[in-house]
């Protein structure tokens, strides 16, 4: 077995890394770390975590719909939820659910709302981090 000790990033797949970069700075507040024009390859930080912006040769479509169930996750302070909300609200950005587990392994609200590939994002604000099974 290999003993993973976390994960150093995540891929998501985009039609135009410009237009998403943009979209991914302006709604989400990530910072660009760097560019690779030619690879189609953006990085980008959001807090200790990394994504890459990777330009996808094949069509995106990983949710039929509305379906939110393929999507990524991103943390935001428990008191800024409903100020991220109208924002997204403000910016014309339609959430496509909303809800507040009170159960489960990742408590608190969620929103879920599409990138302009249609990829799905979800702003989570947490109470309470991951529990194991055994918790």
Do not use: C, W
Request: negative net charge.
């Amino acid at each position: 077995m290999i003993k993973t000790t976390g994960v150093v990033h995540f891929a998501i797949p985009v039609s135009d890394t410009q237009r998403s970069e943009k979209f991914y700075r302006e709604v989400l507040g990530l910072e660009v770390i760097h560019r690779v024009p030619s690879a189609g390859m953006v990085f980008m930080k959001t807090g200790n975590d990394y994504l890459i912006l990777t330009e996808s040769k094949t069509p995106i479509e990983p949710n039929p719909g509305d379906e939110i169930h393929i999507h990524h996750a991103f943390q935001i302070d428990v008191d800024a939820y409903e100020e991220s909300i109208a924002f997204l609200k403000q910016k014309g950005i339609a959430v496509l659910y909303e809800e507040n587990r009170r159960r489960g392994v990742f408590v608190g609200r969620q929103a879920y709302f599409h990138d302009p590939d249609r990829n799905v994002l979800e702003i989570s604000a947490l109470e309470r981090a991951a529990r194991t099974a055994l918790d």
